[in-house]
């Protein structure tokens, strides 16, 4: 048993412990009273000047000698500029509860009036702050083993109601290292210290201890695995190295011999069979059905291409700091889904993310639960028919020439527009070609889309069309005549406007494959469709349904961050469109990120073979159950033709024709250089019904730039013929990428 000697000594040491700091508000308080800069006191304190931000937003706390060296300022400051004598208790970071000679202390609890104050001030200061600047951290919370102390005011507020307390510091993590100290920068400004010395140990705490991930988004689902990205100089701590070798790079991994690699199986951890690569799964066995996986994102090997995460012209990830991306990839995680890879990736995995495939059901007779497939979700690999198929397929091998190219009649050909044409002589007397662009064009085809949930039926013997069965048809629509259709009662000159059936724009010359949207809209002009043959799906469902809503509502979140909101419209909404693209450049990456994902998880249902394995060899894409080039092959059909009957009705309405088209982007001639001096407008100045619309929303449209009429006739002849304006009349180079 201790004396009381000793006792008393070991409650002294903790009465004469380290004296607190001030708060982080009240050191940038005395550091402006001081008139001294943050690099300045970063040159002075022998740190950075981030390092200098981190304790004086919260998100770290100084550790020895520098500690003492800036209590000892901090202290001189606070006697030369006190605090003004109006700053009362209330402002205090904490409060006491009980009687003098007993204090508890507690977390604030400051007044309603008080509370609006502040977040009015923070809107005041988040408004004024450049873009580019790093947001204000909410909390920095050490680890159950960190080595740095806590500051009384740095508690991280309560998360959302109904928040997983499992997951309570956010989907992910920026993992840094500065000064020798490794910190993990989360989503809301949060930082934890990291006590780890190798990888290994780095995994097992994230695992125990970081408090990381992202619960299922559908109750059949599963928890998102945490996700830690490494800088450069968490690399260099960990043993990584800075960038792959040439080699390296040609596999797509570290080689089995490196020495972290040595240590992750050492440790009793194991890598998937892709290995240690840009995006890096490490796991140790399940514990029942909790899964104890960790996966690393390492931009540094190309884990964040900037085609999909970047700006391409003028990249910002490489530049920005550990606040920044946690707050980025955060926003997207948080909207989206955790990233499990390039944007693509992430879209097809949040395709089964929302509607997972299968489900636990109690058997009656025993009691246990076992394994049960959803009726709405892609369950299993049905076989595939000949005409969905690409090229190098399994399917066709030996059925056709080498280097033979497979006709319309051979296979189905369901793609977004590339069509341009000649401008009339009195088009050529507007001054301007406008550029509209179809906001998230691919996913606003998946909603309400019905596709095939099963494998296909042949039909044969002339079956007749039925517009509720998802799949392909072998018709011929070459019958069909568009020069003057009558809309609403107008008659329209189809002449000047592209066949609904093709890409190109071509009219059909004969028999071709057909997705049943195509077929569907053939019918819904009014002429007759006789089917030759057909693969049709018998189970049918809305399955991209919920994957549309949740790209959405995350669309539409960012849009409203950037400052455009669903209830401008006109000149408002392109007001607003100009100005948001300086507002917040993190938020505009997000942006781009969901758009992409957008894109990339329709592409991804028809992944073609990379150079993976030899033409006509299985590729692993195969073996998933969301390869279905059928889904594709109808969204995109639905983008074709809900662009061309727009174009129809807006052409009824206002006689105007586009003259290009690429993807989602449109062409049209005006006599002005806003999209208001072409499109539509009732007489109480509303979007005539059916015709394109300015606005936020998926399927709206939005102004992609403007050039003169003379300028296209000068590229024509550069080009010696005709070219497809609709690829370069942009005014912002990230806009009109088939998003």
Not at 410 to 416: A, R, S
Request: glycine share 8%; hydrophobic share 35%; proline share 9%.
């Amino acid at each position: 048993m201790p004396t009381e000697d000793e006792l008393f000594a070991a409650v002294d040491a903790l009465l004469e412990g380290e004296p607190e700091m001030p708060p982080p508000a009240e050191r940038t308080r005395l550091r402006e009273a001081a008139r001294i800069s943050q690099a300045r006191l970063a040159e002075a304190l022998r740190t950075s000047t981030q390092t200098v931000k981190n304790w004086e937003a919260g998100r770290s706390e100084p550790r020895p000698p520098r500690r003492q060296a800036y209590q000892r300022l901090l202290d001189g400051w606070a006697e030369k500029y006190p605090r003004p004598a109006d700053a009362d208790a209330a402002q205090l970071p904490w409060t006491f509860t009980g009687t003098p000679d007993r204090a508890e202390a507690r977390t604030p609890s400051p007044s309603a009036p008080q509370v609006a104050a502040v977040t009015a001030e923070e809107n005041a200061e988040s408004s004024a702050a450049p873009a580019t600047a790093s947001r204000p951290a909410r909390a920095t919370k050490p680890s159950s083993t960190s080595r740095r102390p806590a500051a009384r005011t740095a508690k991280k507020p309560a998360g959302p109601v109904g928040a997983d307390a499992r997951f309570e510091n956010g989907p992910l993590a920026v993992v840094d290292c500065e000064d020798g100290q490794v910190s993990a920068y989360c989503v809301g400004g949060l930082v934890l210290d990291v006590p780890a010395k190798s990888l290994p140990a780095l995994v097992d705490w994230t695992l125990t201890e970081a408090k990381l991930g992202q619960a299922r988004l559908h109750r059949n689902g599963r928890d998102a695995d945490p996700v830690l990205l490494l800088t450069p100089a968490a690399l260099e701590r960990y043993g990584l190295p800075a960038e792959l070798s040439q080699e390296e790079r040609r596999a797509g991994r570290l080689k089995d011999s490196h020495k972290v690699v040595k240590q992750i199986g050492k440790a009793g951890l194991q890598l998937t069979q892709r290995g240690f690569g840009s995006w890096t799964r490490v796991f140790r066995e399940p514990e029942g059905s909790k899964r104890r996986c960790v996966q690393l994102c390492i931009p540094a090997w190309g884990a964040l291409p900037v085609d999909d995460w970047d700006n391409k012209n003028d990249p910002l990830l490489p530049t920005m700091n550990g606040a920044d991306l946690a707050r980025f990839l955060g926003t997207y995680a948080d909207r989206v889904m955790t990233p499990r890879g390039t944007t693509a990736v992430t879209g097809l995995e949040l395709m089964t993310a929302l509607r997972p495939p299968t489900r636990a059901e109690k058997d009656p007779a025993t009691g246990e639960f076992k394994r049960a497939f959803n009726d709405d979700a892609l369950t299993q690999v049905y076989k595939v028919v000949d005409c969905e198929v690409p090229d190098e397929h399994p399917n066709l091998k030996g059925k056709y020439a080498r280097h033979h190219l497979r006709t319309p009649a051979e296979m189905l050909v369901e793609e977004p527009y590339d069509w341009c044409r000649q401008l009339t002589d009195e088009e050529c007397m507007q001054p301007y070609l406008v550029a509209i662009d179809v906001n998230m064009a691919f996913a606003a085809a998946a909603n309400g889309l019905t596709v095939g949930l099963n494998g296909p039926t042949h039909l044969t013997g002339n079956p007749k069309f039925d517009p509720s069965l998802p799949g392909s048809w072998l018709v011929d629509l070459s019958h069909v005549d568009l020069s003057h259709v009558q809309i609403n009662g107008r008659t329209v000159d189809g002449d000047r406007l592209p066949s609904p059936f093709t890409p190109k724009g071509d009219r059909p010359e004969g028999p071709a494959w057909y997705a049943t949207p195509t077929v569907a809209y053939a019918q819904e002009l009014g002429f007759e469709v006789a089917p030759i043959e057909a693969h049709v799906r018998t189970q049918t469902g809305r399955y991209l349904d919920p994957w549309y809503k949740r790209l959405r509502d995350a669309y539409v979140a960012t849009m409203a961050d950037l400052g455009v909101t669903t209830d401008l419209g006109g000149q408002q909404f392109l007001q607003a469109m100009t100005r948001s693209k300086q507002a917040d450049p993190t938020m505009a990456l997000v942006l781009k990120a969901i758009k992409a994902t957008a894109k990339g998880g329709i592409g991804k249902l028809r992944q073609r073979n990379r150079g993976q394995v030899p033409y006509y060899e299985p590729w692993p894409a195969l073996s998933r159950e969301t390869w279905r080039p059928d889904i594709r092959a109808a969204v995109l059909a639905t983008v074709r033709v809900s662009m061309h009957r727009k174009m129809m009705k807006t052409a009824a309405a206002a006689d105007v024709y586009p003259v290009a088209i690429g993807t989602d982007a449109l062409v049209y001639p005006s006599p002005g250089p806003s999209p208001l001096d072409f499109l539509p407008y009732t007489d109480e100045g509303k979007p005539v019904p059916g015709t394109f619309r300015l606005g936020v929303s998926p399927g709206m449209v939005k102004h992609q730039g403007t050039q003169t009429v003379l300028w296209a006739e000068e590229q024509f002849d550069a080009q010696g013929g005709v070219f497809n304006v609709a690829n370069l009349i942009k005014n912002d180079p990230t806009a009109g990428e088939g998003e």
